[in-house]
């Protein structure tokens, strides 16, 4: 069965940074067979696809974040890490690591459905 | 990027009817080689991650009910909920996986009448 869970400050001052870990059970992160998403959910608001990040650490991010934002992981800690700089209200968000399967590539990017989510961490940011 | 607008916005339902939610693509979703849609469905209630409820249009993850079907080709999709029950209040998302960056739809929200 596998498990994500996301773990991290809920409270950043603005400008700071976040830094979010998803630790992950019940996959290998390195098998390549899968690829791993980070999503975010802002109040009232729907859900926003962040980027993603593969086993070998190659990752896009979508331009609206890209100067601001990096994806890595850790495939002898099972963890992938999310880390977001400058942050402002308007990064407070539920943020949530999501495996996808690989299934082909466009270009030079994976595709696959979004098979399994993390619970998700509220992150505020507030001085 | 590709743009999903999903309609309605909301629908009220009396439990025990069918609800049916639409989600059209600004571009097609459909790989013609593979003939797959790039299309999947999701479930999200409060407090909860949301949940992969369709892929592939039409394809039902292992352990949904039998009475969410999906369907559609190309540009336009349906997710339809046969019988609603009253667990199936929620926001429901489709969401394309087809063309970088991947996109949502803006939520339709199913409530019982």
């Known amino acids: 069965q596998v498990q994500l869970q996301e773990s991290g400050p809920g409270l950043v001052k603005p400008l700071q940074t976040l830094y979010l870990i998803c630790s992950v059970s019940g996959d290998s992160i390195s098998s390549g067979g899968h690829f791993w998403n980070w999503v975010r959910q802002r109040p009232g608001r729907g859900l926003e696809w962040i980027g993603y990040v593969d086993y070998s650490g190659s990752a896009y991010y979508i331009p609206s974040l890209r100067s601001r934002v990096s994806m890595s992981v850790d495939t002898s800690q099972y963890q992938l890490s999310l880390k977001l700089q400058a942050m402002t209200a308007e990064d407070t968000a539920v943020y949530y690591c999501v495996r996808s399967y690989f299934y082909d590539t466009t270009g030079d990017h994976p595709r696959g459905p979004f098979d399994h989510w993390g619970q998700g961490k509220l992150v505020t940011v507030s001085s | ?113």
């Open chain 2, 1 to 113: 990027d590709i743009v999903l607008t999903q309609s309605p916005d909301s629908l009220a339902v009396s439990l025990g009817e069918r609800a049916t939610i639409n989600c059209k693509s600004s571009q097609s979703v459909l790989y013609g080689s593979k003939n797959q849609n790039y299309l999947a469905w999701f479930q999200k209630k409060p407090g909860q991650p949301p949940k992969l409820l369709m892929y592939w249009a039409s394809t039902r993850e292992s352990g949904v009910p039998e009475r969410f079907s999906g369907s559609g080709s190309g540009k336009d999709f349906t997710l339809t909920i046969g019988r609603v029950r009253a667990e199936d209040v929620a926001l429901y998302y489709c969401q394309q996986y087809y063309s970088i960056p991947w996109t949502f739809g803006q939520g339709t929200k199913v409530e019982i009448k």
